[in-house]
């Protein structure tokens, strides 16, 4: 909780340079949606999948959260009135899950723990939320930044209260390990600032559903970041596991490719 809170609170101010003008004509509708953003996509959903963790394996949780795209997409048919999924999508979907099952799963035994899996699977379906919400922010026509920057502050008002619930303190001394500093810079500025706003942006351009379905390209880039970063060797199942999750990618958006073909 120590970790989330820091690295958003850095993510905040990498934001406000870079766009400090302020925000303005924000109705209570508004606002009210920006609240439900911070507290899913900032608080709930980290604090789901971190709690999770200490209560089950990380490839359980790697695999539940992989079901984020089928939330999304049926969310948004729900509350956006976007047209349905087609066969594809969903084909695509147990194809990838299968992939992602023997990439998580590759070299260790499948152990379930109800209480971190059920964890891990509200986690997914608060992410699907925050995509949603996200989608009818874009539609105002604020910058990206601006946005992100304002459902942060909105997701650290909701993590204050945990602070206080898991007896957290601020240990500045902490900051003098330049390993420990390094690491929670990378996750202010990278993982968590750039990678909201181009998340944002992309569900702006793209549309809910199509950005969720490139959340299976997550564990396929682990692995090759692990073979040319780490010199991790690669298993044969692993390899499948790859093989499938971008074939799950590509059926779940054959529709659209072909659409671009066509257009061609």
């Known amino acids: ?57 990380a490839s359980n949780v790697g695999v539940i959260l992989s079901v984020i795209p089928f939330f999304t997409a049926v969310l948004s ?9 087609g066969g594809g999508f969903y084909l695509g979907f147990v194809v990838a ?38 989608r009818k922010i874009s539609a105002w026509g604020w910058n990206t930044i601006l946005t992100t920057r304002r459902t942060f502050c909105w997701g650290i008002l909701w993590m204050v ?21 390094g690491n929670l810079l990378f996750l202010g500025f990278g993982a968590s600032a750039l990678c909201f706003v181009t998340w944002n942006l992309a569900v702006k351009l793209l549309g809910p559903v199509k950005t969720s379905v490139y ?20 298993t044969p199942l692993a390899a499948l596991g790859a093989a499938l999750t971008l074939a799950g990618l590509l059926l779940s958006q054959g529709k659209d490719l072909l659409k671009k073909e066509r257009a061609k």
């Open 161 to 181: 209260p945990a602070l206080f619930f898991f007896d957290c303190r601020l240990g500045l001394e902490r900051f003098a390990n330049p390993v420990y500093l």
């Open 1 to 57: 909780v120590e970790i989330l809170f820091i690295r958003f609170l850095l993510g905040l101010a990498a934001l406000c340079l870079a766009c400090p003008r302020r925000m303005k004509g924000v109705t209570r509708r508004q606002e009210l949606i920006f609240a439900g953003a911070g507290l899913c996509g900032v608080c709930l959903y980290y604090l789901l999948e971190n709690i999770a963790l200490t209560y089950t394996l």
């Open 97 to 134: 899950m299968a992939g992602i099952s023997l990439i998580s799963f590759s070299g260790s035994r499948l152990e379930l723990n109800p209480v971190g899996d059920l964890l891990s699977l509200l986690a997914a379906m608060v992410w699907a939320c925050y995509v949603i919400l996200t």
């Open 215 to 234: 959340t299976y390209l997550a564990p396929v880039i682990t692995i090759a970041a692990s073979v040319l970063i780490l010199h991790e060797p690669i």
């Open 77 to 85: 048919h729900l509350f956006l009135k976007e047209e349905r999924p």
